[in-house]
């Protein structure tokens, strides 16, 4: 007679333990590197025009990899900036791709066609940082007034300026990017800085607010269902803007009611709480099963005791009683993914939203991060390298630097320490302290976003060896050669010719 363990996926007989996964550095080193100097696969060529987000991606998990001045030449990652700088915008902001540059054929007639981008502005700028770049050659005070520009009237930001007219999205999404340009290139000071008036800090606070949603979490816009994507950008936007509640930052807490600032995120602990109910065990179509018979292992039932972690009042008195002197080993939870909805399948991304989430508001410990990374190296791991969205998928770029950047967080001894808010190492976030320029408009203190810790303040990408709590520093460690691809090489003078799916 089969086991009636035989069914779960994948297969554990009672009591199995099972061995320490392992993060195979060589083949993310190798997939990285592949989509830094060959071709990227032809199911990119859709997204040819958001070139400017993969860049990021690249770069940074390279970054993060410890291996990026290993295995590429000052010589090309200054043709990586030249890249970026090529696609700043002559009004501000950065180009999503080179693709709209019209350069001297620009006129009044066609610039509609060629604004710039908020969400390539920020990944532009991060990825310089990551780049150890001072941007200096940033047209800072021009940025500054267009992002000024994109505020819509209810306090959130567009995504493009067209003709005056603010055009795209609307959610937390822009606003972190928004946020985060601002807090790059100018601090948490508010007000006109070098003449440049400063966007509405306290609208934006409030348009956040309005997003909210009943059981903590926060959404795209009023009254619709709580995502942990955009629940994310919310926090870390308020953080760019020095706006958490003061359960989560640090500021005198002495101070009157009347001299706080408007503060973000109006139920601290329903918001920690929901983000905490996103970590399951319901990780493919499998487990949507009931495969015992009994209800306790499918996530259709109120009393889903095993499927999701940390809930209140889990198991309900009937599920215990369904499961009342059964084997239990089938409860035992061996991994943990994190979903971005409720009753939705857990997906690698959201290991980072929810993570990231919980480590900005200092509450990262409420989540299991054994069984999370179990999840990530034994189930969306992939064997060529990367990570893929769900279990026996292909790995793709979201998903492969978010799951790097989700294990970063939990400090795996392969990868650099990451900022959370930034989603860059902490030593590109330690860049933007450096900055001269940048340090007579904030001053000494680095612009409001403190960090624990101050070791290695200042060092940038050129720095090989970083070194986490519990773990040795790794400036020995062997790495892997460069991919040949097919005889074809890039030099610095291509940039990122190589992502170019279809020229420009």
Known sequence: MPSPFSRLSPALEPHTQLAEPSFDTKRHVTYWLRCLKTFLPNVYTANDSNRMTFAFFVVSALDLLDCLVPHTTAAEREGYAQWIYHCQHPAGGFRAFPG????????????CWDPANLPATYFALATLLVLGDDLERVKRRECLAWLAKLQRPDGGFGETLVN???????????????????????????????????????????CVSLSETY??????????????????????????????PHGAKTYDQNAREDDRPLAGLSDLHATIRWLASRQTATLDDDDEVDTNGDETDTPSTCHDAHTFVRLRGFPSEQGEQSYKERPTSHLDLQWAGFNGRCNKLADTCYAFWVGASLD???????????????YLLDRTQHPAGGFAKHPGDPPDIYHSYLGLAALALMREPALKPLDAVMCVSVAARRCVDGLRWRRSIVGEGGGGRGEEGEEGKGEGVTKGTERTEGTEARGGESRPAAPSSAGTTASASDGFAYMAISGG
Do not use: M
């Not at 709209?100 to 610039?111: C, I, K, V, W, Y």
């Not at 999404?173 to 100018?186: D, E, K, S």
């Open 360 to 374: 900005v508001l200092h509450k990262a410990p409420i989540a299991s991060r054994p069984r999370s990374r179990r």
């Open 164 to 206: 005056g007219r603010i055009e795209g999205g609307s959610d937390t999404r822009f606003g972190y990017c928004a946020t985060g340009v601002r807090w790059i290139l100018r601090g948490t000071v508010e007000g006109p800085v070098e003449g440049v008036e400063d966007v509405n800090v306290d609208q934006f606070v409030q």
């Open 215 to 244: 059981d903590g979490g926060i959404s795209d816009a009023p009254f619709h269902e709580a995502h942990a994507g955009f629940t994310y950008c919310a926090i870390s936007a308020l953080s760019f803007v020095d706006r958490l």
């Open 100 to 111: 709209t540059d019209f350069g001297d054929r620009r006129s009044a007639q066609n610039e």
